[in-house]
């Protein structure tokens, strides 16, 4: 699985900004995917996810209520609509994929494929 990232950038607190990321490979069908980020000084955390089917998402608590998920299989794409951005969502974002059983999204561990990350700037 090859997955690439687009659509990072700096924008104002309290602003929008779009990613996207475009998925490649056998069988995407059966991987969850999701985005993750990583802040200097900080691990890698997950941020959203979202289930094979897209029926299910998953969110970390510090951006639930502003970052939508959404994935179109018909385009083998990842999206993440992220609205009321704060200086503490500056980070690396990446997206990534693992394979998963039905409707879990297997947040709870690593994921198996991650793709280049895309810088998200937040200034106060």
């Known amino acids: 699985v090859q997955l690439q990232a687009s659509g990072g950038g700096l924008v104002q607190a309290g602003g929008s900004l779009g990613l996207s990321c475009a998925a490649s490979?056998?069988?995407?069908?059966?991987?969850?995917l999701g985005w993750f980020r990583q802040a200097p000084g900080k691990e890698r955390e997950i941020v959203a996810a979202v289930s094979r089917s897209g029926r299910s998402t998953f969110y970390a608590d510090s951006v639930k209520g502003r970052f939508t998920i959404s994935r179109d299989n018909d385009k083998n794409t990842v999206s993440l609509q992220m609205n009321s951005l704060k200086p503490e969502d500056t980070a690396v974002y990446y997206c990534?994929?693992?394979?998963?059983?039905?409707?879990?999204?297997?947040?709870?561990?690593?994921?198996?494929?991650y793709g280049q990350g895309t810088q998200v700037t937040v200034s106060s």
């Open positions: 490979g056998r069988m995407l069908s059966r991987y969850s």
């Open positions: 990534a994929a693992k394979h998963t059983i039905s409707s879990t999204m297997g947040v709870d561990s690593p994921y198996d494929y």
